[in-house]
């Protein structure tokens, strides 16, 4: 799920970002179900459908991640159609919806990747939800539904191939965004009140050689 304003997972992203080299997750059969027009995903309304198809192609045959045959995208072009998408096309419920409608710009769910298009604005940070949530998308392929996984570790792996897609799509190097993530995370309330571990293995070290904000 990606949020508008910068969540305390970030932090948690950080930490998978501050890993070694961009790994490539291992290519699977399940990738050929993605083929044909738009790579096999079907995009659903709105107007800013430009990308989906560029980064489903990084996605599956750059990374190998598996996107089930008949994926959808749905794009919405207001909040408030995005709040009725979250009802009726991912089954929630209307309280529910109302809440997450408020604060998130996407949504992933077994096969479907629901998108606030209009809160997205475009241009990389546009291409940066398609990825995150898509790759949501392919870690319940994966995992044979949506799971009980830690929520830290599928937005953190999420968010890294996001940033790998991103590279690979030339809008930024991963090294870029692991350096602007690491000026970021020293603003998170977690590092300032000392609920993160800074004893991870070279995490402190790369904290202070990071770039002045």
């Known amino acids: 799920m990606s949020r508008l304003g910068p969540p305390l997972a970030l932090a ?3 930490l998978l970002l501050l890993g070694g080299g961009a790994a490539r997750v291992a290519s699977s059969t399940a990738a050929a179900g993605v083929a044909g027009t738009t790579a096999g995903v079907q995009v659903i309304g709105g107007p800013r459908t430009g990308g989906i198809e560029r980064v489903v192609d990084v996605l599956t045959h750059d990374l190998g991640l598996p996107l089930p045959a008949g994926t959808r995208v749905h794009v919405y072009t207001t909040r408030e159609a995005f709040r009725r998408g979250l009802v009726q096309d991912a089954a929630m419920g209307e309280e529910g919806a109302n ?11 077994p096969g479907r990747a629901l998108l606030n298009g209009r809160l997205a604005g475009g241009g990389r940070e546009w291409l940066r939800l398609i990825a995150h949530e898509l790759t949501h998308v392919a870690q319940f392929e994966l995992a044979g539904g949506e799971g009980r996984a830690e929520q830290w ?6 968010e890294r191939v996001a940033f790998q897609a991103l590279e690979r799509l030339d809008e930024g190097s991963l ?9 970021r995370v020293q603003r998170q309330p977690a ?23």
């Open 12 to 14: 948690a992203a950080t």
């Open 99 to 109: 809440k997450l409608a408020a604060f998130a710009i996407g949504i992933a769910r």
């Open 153 to 158: 570790l599928a937005e953190g792996m999420a």
């Open 175 to 183: 090294q870029m965004h692991r350096r602007l993530a690491l000026v």
């Open 191 to 213: 590092f300032a009140h000392g609920r993160l571990d800074l004893e991870h293995p070279g995490l402190a070290a790369r904290l202070h050689a990071a770039p002045p904000a």
